[in-house]
């Protein structure tokens, strides 16, 4: 939940683009209900890092690179999705590319993020039996970021 906190405070631009898409909120609890935030996972079955993030999905995003790194040099994959803040900077991008009202609730939302997330561009298919558990998990962060933050109000 530490690093919940440290990506509620990622509003910075990163090589021009502002974050805006997803909340705060919303970016900490993806990655709490993608790894933990566990800042040691690094790679698993083509994806990477806090936000399991895989190579289409950080072109899809628009390959964003750390400061001073090059997109087409060995390793800036990686060293973005291995990143919080560059990592970060690549779901937003995505989001902003692929923004969709997954759900069909009339309004795009944390919920419509975690499906795209989940789903990729489109939103298409069906979520599988362990979408539930990063829906659940998502759902638990939401509601304890938001509680915290009106009682310390």
Known sequence: MRLVVILLGVTTLLQGQPLSP????CLGCLCEANTDCNRSFRCEEGECGLFRISVPYWKDAGSPIIKGDNDTTDGAFERCVLDPYCAA???????ARFRKDCNGDNKVDCQDFALLHYLGAGCEGAPGEDYKQFRDTLN?????VTQLATSST
């Open 140 to 144: 638990e962060c939401l509601a304890e």
């Open 22 to 25: 997803v909340t705060e909120l």
């Open 89 to 95: 900077s690549t779901v937003q991008g995505y989001m």
